[in-house]
């Protein structure tokens, strides 16, 4: 274990963080956001919106992704 964790602890400081891409970006989430908040339905925002990054780049995200993402809390 220590071997792992201090292979973890110097990819860290190389700026290697690991695991999967972020769907949304800080752009994406404010803008889902403010769809929500004029009321459009949830399908419609993930239509609306593309993954900017990653293997699903310029795919539309999940409604799963996007009900996640709208039921998170501000600056949590």
């Known amino acids: 274990m220590a071997r792992v964790a201090g292979g973890s602890a ?19 989430i404010a803008y889902a956001r403010s769809l929500r908040a004029r009321g459009v339905p949830v399908p419609e925002i993930a239509r609306k919106l593309v993954i ?13 992704s996007v009900y996640r993402v709208l039921g998170e809390q501000v600056g949590a």
Request: no cysteine; proline share 9%; net charge positive.
């Open 10 to 28: 110097s990819a860290r400081e190389r700026g290697r963080h690991g695991g999967r891409p972020k769907v949304f970006d800080d752009d994406m």
């Open 52 to 64: 900017p990054t990653g293997k699903n780049k310029g795919r539309h995200p999940s409604l799963a």
